[in-house]
T-cell receptor, first 115, second 111 residues
Framework: NAGVTQTPKFQVLKTGQSMTLQCAQDMNHNSMYWYRQDPGMGLRLIYYSASEGTTDKGEVPNGYNVSRLNKREFSLRLESAAPSQTSVYFC??????????????FGQGTRLTVV | GEDVEQSLFLSVREGDSSVINCTYTDSSSTYLYWYKQEPGAGLQLLTY?????DMKQDQRLTVLLNKKDKHLSLRIADTQTGDSAIYFC???????????FGTGTRLTVIP
């Protein structure tokens, strides 16, 4: 049982390049999330998807787009990467549409550097 | 977003107790969580507490909640080197879709 799988694990981009971070979960969860983690700032929500076919902005959506391809997959796209997007990106999933007391499962993270 | 504050670093000696503190601002917080992040890994849920509780104990972990002061703490008894990690507190309010995370506290256990 793989849980939440993110690819790639590491990526270096040049400013202006585009890329898509992939996330897949095999737990049949409804909700999926993309966070970025920056030193001293905790995790900040970029986008989330409460269910297949829906997506909503989080705290820091600028510069990103997402696609909930199906129930399993939720991708994050950087159309024109900027150095400020250098970060560690985490995908998470959970059952249900609000956190309440059900556990969120996190992927291993993607370390992205934009030069 | 909501404000969730933690101190950034904590060092303790192996065998001592660790206390990691967190303050939050949202008075309508429903659940409060502690997550652990080991180096190079994602976050794992350690424990959570519902806002109408004062304390929750789970083996070596004790969570204390002071709702009046909006203060949450995680005590780890008999801290081991394997407890070295970053610990995040997080909170969610009823009807919200987002967990708000603190900055994380890096716990270093000295052998």
């Amino acid at each position: 049982n793989a849980g939440v799988t993110q690819t790639p694990k590491f990526q270096v981009l040049k400013t202006g390049q585009s890329m898509t971070l992939q996330c897949a979960q095999d737990m049949n969860h409804n909700s999926m999330y993309w966070y970025r983690q920056d030193p001293g700032m905790g995790l900040r929500l970029i986008y989330y998807s409460a269910s297949e076919g829906t997506t909503d902005k989080g705290e820091v959506p600028n510069g990103y787009n997402v696609s909930r391809l199906n129930k399993r997959e939720f991708s994050l796209r950087l159309e024109s990467a900027a150095p400020s997007q250098t970060s560690v990106y985490f995908c998470a999933s959970r059952e249900g549409t609000t956190y309440l007391n059900t556990e969120a499962f996190f992927g291993q993270g993607t370390r992205l550097t934009v030069v | 977003g909501e404000d969730v504050e933690q101190s950034l670093f904590l060092s303790v000696r192996e065998g001592d107790s660790s206390v990691i503190n967190c303050t939050y601002t949202d008075s309508s917080s429903t659940y409060l969580y502690w997550y652990k992040q080991e180096p190079g890994a994602g976050l794992q849920l350690l424990t959570y507490i519902f806002s109408n509780m004062d304390m929750k104990q789970d083996q070596r972990l004790t969570v204390l909640l002071n709702k009046k002061d909006k203060h949450l703490s995680l005590r780890i008894a008999d801290t081991q080197t394997g407890d070295s990690a970053i610990y995040f507190c997080a909170e969610i309010s009823t009807g919200a879709n987002n967990l708000f995370f603190g900055t994380g506290t890096r716990l270093t256990v000295i052998p």
